[in-house]
T-cell receptor, first 112, second 116 residues
Framework: KNQVEQSPQSLIILEGKNCTLQ??????????LRWYKQDTGRGPVSLTIMTFSENTKSNGRYTATLDADTKQSSLHITASQLSDSASYICVVSAKGNNRLAFGKGNQVVVIP | DAGITQSPRHKVTETGTPVTLRCHQTENHRYMYWYRQDPGHGLRLIHYSYGVKDTDKGEVSDGYSVSRSKTEDFLLTLESATSSQTSVYFC???????????????FGQGTRLTVV
């Protein structure tokens, strides 16, 4: 069973439009949640990290939200650019656990 | 980019041969991880280390071994490579993976391994 589920698996959006990616998790007890961006052929790079007490965090045109009660997070991309084409991976860590639980990623393709 | 280097970046090897991948960090982070990434599976943990000579298995550890004799180096060995081990391998480092601080997990650029 996967402790981190992401949706949609993939989506295509027009340049300049907004989109929202979803992450649901069952990891417990919760420590933090991170969103990574992975460009094709490269390693994941961190966008945001949120702890239990944080509801929202922004990094430029990327805004992540967290609802620790419902165990849901979203990543909103504003005014998408071609360079936003990538896989976006939700990663959750549990307290007292050295491991990270990974989602399978949301594949985003931005077209002109 | 964080100081993390994987070598080699690409390798083609034959079935049954031993293969060693190296991860080198200059950040002095305590935790180091090896993941493999395959289509439809996302990143899966192979092994990780929480200190020199301290390692533990991940979810897909069969057929792999690791060693960490120095803080900066974490080696992943395929004792006898099989075609099912064709994958992209990522090394990651972290100071406090579950800590209260907003600490990062940094990833290397990946090693593309093909077993023929």
């Amino acid at each position: 069973k996967n402790q981190v589920e992401q949706s949609p698996q993939s989506l295509i959006i027009l340049e300049g439009k907004n989109c929202t990616l979803q992450c649901n998790y069952t990891v417990s007890p919760f420590s933090n949640l991170r969103w990574y961006k992975q460009d094709t052929g490269r390693g994941p790079v961190s966008l945001t990290i949120m702890t239990f007490s944080e509801n929202t965090k922004s990094n430029g045109r990327y805004t992540a939200t967290l609802d620790a009660d419902t165990k849901q997070s979203s990543l909103h991309i504003t005014a998408s650019q071609l360079s936003d084409s990538a896989s976006y991976i939700c990663v959750v860590s549990a307290k007292g656990n050295n491991r990270l639980a990974f989602g399978k990623g949301n594949q985003v393709v931005v077209i002109p | 980019d964080a100081g993390i280097t994987q070598s080699p970046r690409h390798k083609v090897t034959e079935t049954g041969t031993p293969v060693t991948l190296r991860c080198h960090q200059t950040e002095n982070h305590r935790y180091m991880y090896w993941y493999r990434q395959d289509p439809g599976h996302g990143l899966r943990l192979i092994h990780y280390s929480y200190g020199v000579k301290d390692t533990d298995k991940g979810e897909v550890s069969d057929g792999y071994s690791v060693s960490r004799s120095k803080t900066e180096d974490f080696l992943l060995t395929l004792e006898s490579a099989t075609s099912s081990q064709t994958s992209v391998y990522f090394c990651a480092i972290s100071e406090f993976p579950d800590g209260p601080l907003n600490t990062e997990a940094f990833f290397g650029q990946g090693t593309r391994l093909t077993v023929v």
